[in-house]
Structures are given as structure tokens and as C-alpha cells.
């Protein structure tokens, strides 16, 4: 290549990078739509981090709780963890699956045989992968807040040892911010083995009373989906700091599946209720992600 | 001033915090003795954070855990939060004591009553405030951990919502990093009450059993002092990573107080046993640390 062809390529090369890096600075959620919702979010990011705004938020204060289960990821036609506890164990109870394929075997087993699973099992509807069918929108969320230092959470219902094993992957979330349902453990010869019995189950109240307990502080920002996250949002909304509660409103029957407060999975009545009285945002997925999945659509 | 001298002076600075620089990059540790126990810290440090080591660990897997009283700070002649129990509540019982100034009163209360007698309240025999009897060897080696991309935890024994209070000023480790025992909490109508009961016990077998809920991880590196301590060095001490398990041994008894098997206070009898057994650290306090305490002295 003639050495002045090469400059001008590498000049240009360097430009266009600068010019992405601009783009993502401008947009940090392009996957998001322009309007009232994606404003609020990014209003409360700048505002609450912007030192002398009568907004702002200390650091060690940024503490951002996310629901799993239909909030991070699909959670139709059943929750991710239930469909694997249901191919582990194989009884015709599925919480007796759930138990089972939790407890029964070493955690080191756990986690190979969750790890292999997660790898391979197709959700039938998508023709993709479970891990694959994330919301690509809420992705950008997430690494929008971390990188104005908000430390993200995930508070599920489902257990944290499943969600674990997947967390920083797909989410960049670690596995010590992920708060779940968990067994009570035992110790016992150096090793750790699962009761068949909840330690705690992480769902509507269970949810800011394990927030208490594990974070020591109540959080500025909570996403949901669902009335198991009303109880969370209700607690956050309470702060005496600025504060955002969101829910994720499945209203997109074609690019996903619609349901709201007639579905058995992921149930969203009272919580939507009470977010149209207290004006939390109701992210409404159809007008408001102008992509969904985190898979490459055409 | 001359501005030749001027110049001269500037320089002279420069090149002395140079010096500082240096001289803390190259002893970390400057309040532990030269020996083997430092040199086997600072090993351990070096080669797990060094690509390319037989004996690297990954960053996600760099997990240190500490135990509070006795090991960061002073535990002698009562547990802190004990003295600070007694002096809350007042009954004949320090059980008792413990119950009510913690579960009793709101959690704003609680905080700030805490954070006021924290900032006053003082040891009598050192004439010191509780919170300046932080082990100064200790504070340097938390930094050291953090400066190596070591992410360091709390597992004491104490409660959760206590340590809280005067971790991340006194050790540089936030609230969600603390992981202690905890009063069952209840959520009800916005607000978190605490019942009398507890919902974790962290001591002994519970401080696995913590870890291993709310981390999810082994940790790499345990550090205690007391037989309470016994079970978390003995399950770090089993990772199939490379790991160092610590023991601070009261050897002091004029710097400090010197205590191990009779005492009743963070009583030290199996740990040092098995530490002996197998090869572990046993830092002595006397021997190791050229400054006990983190407040100046003379």
C-alpha cells in the first residue's frame, strides 16, 4: 500500500473511532426510543450526578436493584430457572424440581450442569438461546448506570445460584450483587451443602427485606416487571435522596409477548396500579425499545 | 523569592514526592515488620496478580474476607458493640442490651445514635476513641488487596447493620461489603422493622454459610483471629485456587493486650491448632507490626 493511502486510512480510521465514541456518549441507550421515558432516565442519571446540582447523589449512595424474571430477560412461557429445574430432576412437581435439581446434588455440579444448560437450551417461540434473549435495551441501562458509577443489582426471585452463573456474562453484574431466593446452607468438613428448606424466599416483601439485610442501604433506582417487585419499588420510592421506580410493561405481542395482570407468569396488577398513582415510570416496551432482544435481529 | 530559588524549591518537591511515591509502592506494608510473614503476604499478592504466574487468579475471583473485632480492630476489654449495647439499653443483661438497642428503636435512630457514640465514645485504657483503634498493619494491608484488584469483606461476628455505621470511613469498605449478623427484618407499609430474632448468626459455621449465600464465592483470603474464625479459614483454605489463610495472634501485652486460649473475649484455642497443623499464617502481633494502632503515638 502507498504509504500516503496508508496515513489517510489510518487517519480516517481514527476519526470514525472518535466519532462512535462521541455517538455512544451522546446516546448511551440507542436502543432505546426518543420520548418521555428515555428523558426521565437520562435526566435522572445526569442530574443526580452532576456535583452542586441540588440533584446529586453520592457515590456510595448509587445503589441501582433490578429485577430478573421478565424485567433483564423473557421470562415467557415460563421462568428460565423452571424450565431447567424441570430437565434436571423430572418429577410432575415442579417445585419439587426446583428442590430437587437445587439441592440434591454438589454445588459443583450445580453449577457445571447449569452452565452447560444455559449454553445450549433454545427457547422454542425465539429459536434462541435463554441467555441469548435478554433485553438489549436494558443492557444498555445497566452499563449507562455503571459507568456513571451507579453499582447495579440484581434482586430476583429466582435463586441466586442459578442467576450466578450467568450474571457477569450476560449482565456484567458480579456475583456478589446478585440477591436471591437461597437455601439455607450448611457447613459442615469443609464443605457447603443445600437443606431442602428456603433460607429466604426473594419475593415481594422478602425482596427490600433481603436489600436491608445484604446491602445495608435502601436504593435510588428499582426496575421491575411484575407485582412480586411492587414491594421493592414501593421502598426505593420512599428514599429521602432523588429516586426512580420503573416497570417494565410487556405491551409487545408481536416482537415479544404481551401480558399484564391476567398472566400466571410475572403478574403485573397492583404494581401498575400503584405506579400510575405515584408516577414511576411505566416503560412500555412496544413504544419504547426500538429493540428488544439482545440477539442480532435482521 | 528569588525565582531561581523559586525554581529550585519546586523541583525539590517534585522530586520528594517522587520519593513518597516510591517508597509506598515498594513497601506497601510499611507498619509490618520485615519476615517471613510479610514476605509470604506480599508473595502471595505478587504472584496471583501476575498474568502469566502458574498462580494467577482472576479478578472476579480475588475475594478477601476479614473478620471485625480482634482482627481489624481492637475486641479487648468487651466488644465494641457490646459497650455500645450497654450504654443504649441499659438492663442487667447484655443479651438483653444487645436485643433492644438494635431491634427497639427505628433504623434512623439507630444510625445516627450509633455514628454519635461512635464518635465520642472511648477506650479507658488506651485513652482512645474505638474507632482509632483500628490496627494500622491492617488498614495497609486492605489497601494494599484493593490496590491489587482484591475486593475486601467484612464477616464478623457483630451485626451487619452496626459495622455499617463506620465501615466505609473507618476501613474504606462500603455498606454492601459487610456481612455480619442479622435481625430478621419485616417490611411493612414503606418502612423495614427489625424482629428480636435473628435471622443469621454470624459466627463459627455461619460465616461459610454466609459467604457462600450473599458472595457466592470462596474466597481466596481469610483472615481471623479467634476460634469464631475457624470454619471461614478452614473453607478458604480448601479453594482450588491458590489461597492464604491468616491468624492474628495477641501477643502484645504492651502495645496491646496478649490473650489466646483462656480468654473469654475472641478466644483463640482450635484456630491455632489447626492453623499450626496446616501451615497457615500466623501473623504475631508482637513480632509482626512495628505500629499497632492506627492513632499516632509518640
Not at 220 to 246: I, R, Y
Request: with cysteine; net charge negative.
Amino acid at each position: 500500500m502507498n504509504k500516503y493511502l496508508l496515513i489517510i486510512f489510518i487517519l480516517f480510521a481514527v476519526s470514525c473511532s472518535k466519532v462512535n465514541e462521541k455517538g455512544i456518549e451522546n446516546n448511551p441507550l440507542p436502543s432505546w426510543n426518543e420520548g418521555s421515558n428515555k428523558k426521565a432516565i437520562m435526566d435522572f442519571v445526569t442530574q443526580t450526578t452532576q456535583e452542586g446540582n441540588p440533584q446529586f447523589i453520592p457515590v456510595e449512595d448509587r445503589i441501582a436493584v433490578f429485577d430478573n424474571d421478565g424485567t433483564l430477560w423473557c421470562e415467557q412461557p415460563l421462568y428460565v430457572e423452571m424450565l431447567y429445574s424441570k430437565d434436571a430432576a423430572e418429577t410432575n412437581n415442579i417445585l419439587e424440581d426446583f428442590v430437587i435439581s437445587h439441592t440434591a446434588v454438589t454445588l459443583e455440579y450445580f453449577d457445571k450442569k447449569t452452565q452447560t444448560w444455559l449454553d445450549t437450551a433454545i427457547n422454542t417461540q425465539f429459536q434462541q438461546r435463554y441467555i441469548d434473549l435478554t433485553y438489549q435495551p436494558m443492557l444498555e441501562l445497566l452499563q449507562y448506570l455503571r459507568n456513571n458509577q451507579f453499582k447495579t443489582f440484581i434482586v430476583t426471585g429466582g435463586s441466586a445460584m442459578f442467576v450466578r452463573n450467568f450474571s457477569q456474562q450476560v449482565y456484567g453484574i458480579p456475583s456478589e450483587q446478585v440477591i436471591g431466593t437461597m437455601f439455607k446452607a450448611n457447613y459442615k468438613d469443609n464443605n457447603i451443602s443445600l437443606d431442602p428448606d428456603l433460607w429466604h424466599n426473594n419475593d415481594n416483601a422478602g425482596k427490600p427485606e433481603a436489600i436491608f439485610n445484604i446491602i445495608g442501604k435502601k436504593p435510588v433506582l428499582a426496575f421491575g416487571n411484575s407485582d412480586g417487585d411492587l414491594e421493592m419499588l414501593q421502598w426505593t420510592s420512599t428514599h429521602t435522596l432523588p429516586n426512580l421506580a420503573l416497570i417494565l410493561h410487556h405491551t409487545d405481542n408481536v416482537r415479544e409477548v404481551a401480558y399484564d395482570s391476567l398472566s400466571s407468569i410475572g403478574r403485573l396488577k397492583n404494581a401498575l396500579i400503584e405506579a400510575q398513582l405515584n408516577d414511576w415510570i411505566i416503560v412500555d416496551m412496544k413504544r419504547d425499545f426500538n429493540q428488544v432482544f439482545s440477539f442480532k435481529t435482521k
